[in-house]
């Protein structure tokens, strides 16, 4: 047994230390760690697509059902960090460990659970996105594997949540590089084969992601136990079960009510460019494609405020635990003064580099165009966008979240979709494009004057997970 006497940490807390140097510090290795995590995407789809157009299509068709499952863990994650920095703000270390302990253990369970629904119902799932008899069995091969190693992916990320919410960014940014590189060098050894090793194919690559996925549920498990001090076996056994189980139940239950709805907000996201996306096809391949370049280069131009997004969750928690809302406010108007500027920045880079960017990803003429166009237009919304995700990451970190679903249904749903099919039924291609930007821009001034009319009433205390021993 672990001893839960010993401090979480020795380091000075989010509540006491310098505000802007401490984000900064936090923000930094979550840019990494974020694009880490990109990287390990492209890797994975390289060495795929090096076996052949029907392998790589084979695998596009899981993206869909690796992508929910991924952003289901994800809001597991931001629940458990949310009510755990709230409590190493307050404090209370033995409910801290408690919670991080429980935490790990919602990762196992309900990744088993998942784990064998998607055994047992792939077939139907893949038909119904579109997969023929061709690249099933492929996909077979791909996806049993990949399931039945969900639960070391449940475990990291999760995991590397409750780190987090100890104001370290840096260490789940190093577990996440490792376990990429992990991916980078065993997948081509697995996939194509080397020296008694045999190729294995498509199922090599779903074998080199669980062994990353192992790689870091191990640091992850090894660095919460023995450095941070954060898990305890206090009230296990079967003895105990009767007295520990509506302990479970009732951190279980706190941690969901803040991750289900951060993981619909990020579920909805891929929903609407679906929508859009066919809302864009009516202009042709090159313009599907154009769009799709664009967005990928929005992804990479986004990288810093989602780690500062991130980075809020922790920081805002802990001070919200111990009560300072003067740090909560200092620390919001910090980051929407950076997000603002540094998204003016990436909006000037581009637009004085739109053309020359979309030639880099190819040289049709009308996919040119298409990005070009996409790169003039919606970036100029960026800075608004980037405010919408502070304050969505900031209410989750005060136990609202949703109020940040609300805020990104409306931005999507009713704003997005609305104002580009207007937008195209007035000026076709560039008309989608401005009603994207429109959208993001009065979303983002909406929720940042709502935010600063109720964030006195929103920083007070509401009912949390009580201390339980």
């Given amino acids: 047994m672990i001893d839960t006497k010993t401090p979480i ?61 991924m952003n289901t863990a994800m809001g597991f994650g931001i629940g458990t960090a949310t009510i755990l920095s709230a409590k190493i703000g307050s404090g209370d270390r033995r409910s801290a460990k408690r919670i991080c302990t429980h935490a790990l253990l919602l990762a196992v369970t309900s990744a088993i659970p998942l784990s064998l629904l998607g ?13 023929d008899e061709n690249t099933l069995p492929l996909i077979s091969d791909y996806m049993n594997i990949w399931f039945s190693g969900l639960v070391f992916l449940y475990i990291p990320m ?48 779903a074998i080199s992601t669980i062994i990353s996925w192992f790689v870091a549920s191990v640091a992850v498990i090894y660095l919460l136990a023995q450095k941070k001090k954060m898990i305890t076996l206090e009230g296990f056994g079967f003895t105990r079960l009767r007295t520990t189980l509506p302990s479970i139940l009732h951190d279980w239950k706190a ?5 289900i709805p951060a993981a619909t907000t990020n579920l909805i996201g891929p929903i609407v460019l679906g929508m859009l996306t066919r809302l864009v096809s009516g202009y042709g391949e090159a313009a599907v494609a154009g769009y799709g370049v664009g967005t990928r280069i929005e992804a990479l131009a986004m990288v810093v405020i989602m780690a500062l997004s991130s980075v809020m969750t922790p920081f805002v928690g802990q001070n919200f635990g111990a009560g300072k809302q003067s740090r909560i406010k200092q620390s919001l108007r910090v980051a929407l003064v950076f997000t603002i500027l540094w998204e003016l920045f990436i909006t000037l ?17 009308d996919v040119i165009y298409a990005t070009s166009l996409f790169l003039w237009i919606v970036p100029i919304s960026y800075g608004c966008q980037g405010i919408v995700m502070l304050i969505g990451s900031t209410l989750n970190a005060l136990q609202r979240p949703l109020i940040g679903l609300t ?14 099919y207007i937008g195209e039924s007035f000026f076709g291609l560039k008309g989608i494009f401005i009603g994207i930007s429109a959208a993001n821009i009065i979303a983002g001034i909406g929720a940042l004057l709502w935010m600063t009319r109720q964030l006195d009433s929103l920083t007070q205390p509401v009912s949390t997970t009580p201390s339980q021993s």
């Fill in 255 to 259: 941690m969901l009510t803040i991750g």
């Fill in 9 to 69: 940490s020795h380091k000075p807390t989010l509540t006491q230390s310098p505000i802007v140097p401490t984000l900064r510090r936090m923000t930094l290795p979550m840019v990494g760690g974020i694009l880490a995590i990109l990287l390990f995407n492209l890797v994975d789809t390289f060495f795929i697509g090096l076996m052949g157009a029907k392998e790589l299509a084979a695998v596009s068709f899981t993206f869909p059902v690796s992508f929910v499952l």
């Fill in 407 to 420: 805020i990104n249904i409306v931005r999507l749903f009713l704003l997005s979709i609305p104002l580009a």
């Fill in 119 to 131: 055994i047992m119902l792939q077939s139907p799932i893949f038909r119904l996105l579109g997969a």
């Fill in 158 to 205: 999760i995991g590397n949540s409750t780190i987090r919410a100890t104001g370290d960014t840096k260490t789940p940014s190093i577990i996440m590089a490792l376990a990429g590189l992990a991916n980078g060098i065993l997948d081509p050894i697995l996939i194509f084969g080397l020296g008694p090793i045999p190729a294995l194919g498509i199922q090599g690559a």
């Fill in 349 to 365: 880079l581009l637009l004085a580099t739109a053309h020359p960017i979309a030639k880099l990803f190819n040289t049709n003429t």
